[in-house]
């Protein structure tokens, strides 16, 4: 327990609470030998709710490729090139149909993005018709350029039964499988369960979807809630491992691993448990002006888990959860994490939070590279912030992470409020992706929102591009490489719309 806590403690991050409006570039290490820089590149908004067909939460999600970035969001589908200009933009329901699939019932929502470097496709997902008899939705790029078009499937999410709906789907792949998980809600009675779904990404990308198993109505106990399955970015074979927050407040994460051919998998539930330390659902967040009231999600793992072989030879899962602030009078903040893959034990982890309890931090999302170096996108606010767009960078020494300031990437201009079933509801996740068109993988895009209006949220794409200059210790460089125009540059929740 001692060496757990030492370690978790030189962790740690420890962040100022004021806005630096006028960077565009920050030099988070100051050793003599190298110095790695910050530079916030592209740096533009993406869709509105007015834009989207007036949904809430949009589910901020989105991936990037070699030449586009797509944004997978409620009620909205948009492709960009990488200066930030839209290529194109139609409804998320529209998408669907488009590669082949009419959503069932209401509408389609929760969307998944992810870009496969390895195949060069592009890969989407959503559920459909909240409440009720329901889908996964699934589609694969006909290329990799996602403007050539998609091919979708639905797959119905509990037959023969059609007793329960599927709600929060989560996706991961790897170099065999492309895996989807839901959590499965009781139509009329009944209780909350999981289902697993996993494809061939060969076969699937070849227009053959029924090369899958589904794994339907898993007890929680076994498999935890919220599954999120593995994204792979070094393209291994199966198994491909799913983790969940399992029983955070005990201080437990859960492993299970799917095995096999995809087409006649078999999942493992059994052992798989991490111990970490324990933390408590977050509060609502603060906002500038008020209500305090901004929902930010529980413990779950809401953004994608990945997975990174690293120049240390570390097999590691890397992630990042919302929990209850440390400090008095705060309401969340971030706790990521690495776990060891081959042992299934904490390797590291640490909490992002303002030690002066005047920020709130929640529904992050963590890309790291080979390299170790990291970086979470995440919302934020508090008494003097409207929620606003943000993120950290971290930087490894001999296997220990650190990260630097915590920066703002977009400010919100307006107190934020949209109350359902009294909450008011934000998020219910992000991405922070790695740039596959950078052959240094040391640029990162991350996929946030902020508060554009009293009922208008607007998502925020952002380029962070990491560097190493050398430079003598005491050189004027330091505070040179500060300057710049960053400031410009388990409870059920619904998808709503009026």
């Known amino acids: 327990m001692l060496n757990l806590f030492m370690q978790n403690f030189r962790a740690k991050t420890t962040l100022t609470s004021f806005a ?33 067909g007036l949904f809430y939460p949009p589910d901020t999600m989105g991936a990037v490729g070699q030449d586009h970035i797509v944004e997978l969001i409620n009620g909205s589908y948009a492709v960009y090139n990488k200066s930030g200009s839209v290529l194109s933009r139609i409804s998320l329901d529209q998408f669907w149909q488009n590669a082949g699939v009419t959503p069932s019932g209401s509408f389609a929502f929760d969307p998944r993005v992810n870009y496969d470097p390895f195949s060069g496709r592009w890969f989407a997902a959503s559920v459909d018709n909240g409440g009720g008899i329901n889908n996964f939705l699934v589609a694969v790029s006909k290329s990799s350029n996602p403007l050539d078009g998609w091919n979708g499937y639905a797959i119905p999410a509990d037959t023969p039964a059609n007793t329960r709906w599927a709600d929060f789907d989560t996706r991961g792949f790897n170099g065999q499988s492309v895996t989807l998980s839901a959590n499965m809600h009781p139509i009329s009675s009944g209780t909350v369960t999981t289902t697993i779904l996993t494809f061939d990404k060969a076969q699937l990308i070849a227009g053959n979807p029924n ?68 933390y408590v659902d977050p509060l609502t967040a603060r906002q500038l002006g008020g209500p305090d009231n901004v929902d930010t999600g529980d413990t779950r793992f809401s953004s994608n888990v990945v997975y990174q072989l690293d120049s240390l030879g570390y097999n590691s899962f890397w992630g990042v959860q919302t929990v209850k602030s440390p400090v008095s009078g705060a309401s969340s903040a971030l706790r990521w994490f690495e776990i060891d893959a081959n042992t299934n034990s904490l390797r590291q982890e640490g909490l992002i939070y303002d030690p002066t309890g005047q920020e709130d931090y929640y529904y992050g999302s963590l890309a790291v590279n080979d390299q170790r170096e990291v970086v979470i996108g995440f919302s934020c606010s508090g008494p003097n912030l409207f929620i606003s767009s943000c993120a950290v960078v971290g930087e490894d020494s001999g296997g220990t992470t650190t990260f630097g300031n915590r920066l703002l990437l977009k400010q919100g201009s307006a107190s934020y409020e949209i109350s359902s079933g009294g909450f008011n509801r934000w998020g219910d996740y992000s991405a922070t992706v790695l740039d596959p068109s950078d052959p240094t993988g040391r640029t990162f895009w991350t996929f946030q929102e902020f508060a554009a209006g009293s009922t208008e949220w607007s998502t925020q794409i952002t380029e962070i591009k990491l560097s190493k200059v050398n430079v003598p210790e005491s050189s004027s460089v330091f505070s040179l490489l500060a300057l710049g125009t960053l400031g410009a540059a388990s409870t059920l929740k619904r998808k709503l719309k009026p």
């Open 20 to 52: 630096i409006a006028s960077m565009s570039t920050l030099a988070i290490s100051m050793t003599a030998q190298a110095t790695t820089v910050v530079t916030v590149g592209t740096n533009f908004t993406g869709t509105s709710r007015s834009q989207s």
């Open 211 to 278: 090369a899958r198993t589904i794994f339907q109505n898993n007890n929680p106990n076994n498999t935890g809630f919220t599954v999120q399955p593995v994204v792979d970015l070094d393209n291994r074979n199966n198994p491909h491992p799913l983790l969940s927050a399992y029983n955070t407040p005990a201080g437990f994460f859960k492993r299970s691993d799917i095995a096999g051919n995809p087409a006649t998998a078999t999942l493992s539930t059994s052992g798989g448990f991490i111990s970490v330390t324990r």
